[in-house]
T-cell receptor, first 114, second 113 residues
């Protein structure tokens, strides 16, 4: 089954404790992206990657890092989480070669930073 | 900022057509209109997209006005499982060829028995 898989789905952590949210897709998609969703603000793009070893900032990259060492994986790293990073996070992927390719989303990771 | 305007909420009777409007008066000639929906807090699900012509797939129909300043998503026979937040999105070409979707707050559609 074609899917985007995120882990963990739920996480409660404390300020400053580094964490990684993993994202993996099995569709051989070149394009991958991370979003965060907050009440009243909609989905906002954090980082995106057009292909392996190619990453770039989205609209709200502060406090986050990403890497793209393999095509299928695109982990989101919070080096020193803060309470304002409490949010619902989504990973998404699509075929970069298609200019109209739909985005496939993971099921989301709900992060709470105390 | 979102390039689209949608009603905050709508109701629809089960079995009837749901018509969800969207205004995108500042859309550029090469920008596509996409529709996604989100059920509870699950990952958004792609529905349909279009540029100029009306489009139809197994889920819905998309009607785009001739001037492209507005569109309507039509769910022909709404079911209770169609209760969700529906997002009308204009896809812009961001920096570095980023395929960027500008998300608004969507329309919360309630399908009632």
């Amino acid at each position: 089954e074609a899917q985007v898989t995120q882990n963990p789905r739920y996480l409660i952590t404390v300020t400053g404790k580094k964490l990684t949210v993993t994202c993996s897709q099995n569709m051989n998609h070149e394009y991958m992206s991370w979003y965060r969703q907050d009440p009243g603000l909609g989905l906002r793009q954090i980082y995106y990657s057009m292909n392996v070893e190619v990453t770039d900032k989205g609209d709200v990259p502060e406090g986050y890092k990403v890497s793209r060492k393999e095509k299928r994986n695109f982990p989101l790293i919070l080096e020193s989480p803060s309470p304002n990073q409490t949010s619902l996070y989504f990973c998404a992927s699509s075929l970069a070669g298609s200019s109209t390719g739909e985005l496939f989303f993971g099921e989301g990771s709900r992060l709470t930073v105390l | 900022d979102a390039k689209t305007t949608q009603p905050t909420s709508m109701d629809c009777a089960e079995g009837r057509a749901a018509n969800l409007p969207c205004n995108h008066s500042t859309i550029s000639g090469n920008e596509y209109v996409y529709w996604y929906r989100q059920i509870h807090s699950q990952g958004p699900q792609y529905i349909i997209h279009g540029l100029k012509n009306n489009e139809t797939n197994e889920m819905a129909s998309l009607i785009i006005t001739e001037d492209r300043k507005s569109s309507t998503l039509i769910l022909p026979h709404a079911t209770l499982r169609d209760t969700a937040v529906y997002y009308c999105i204009v896809r812009v070409r961001g920096a570095g060829n980023n395929r960027k979707l500008i998300w608004g707050l969507g329309t919360s559609l309630a399908v009632n028995p």
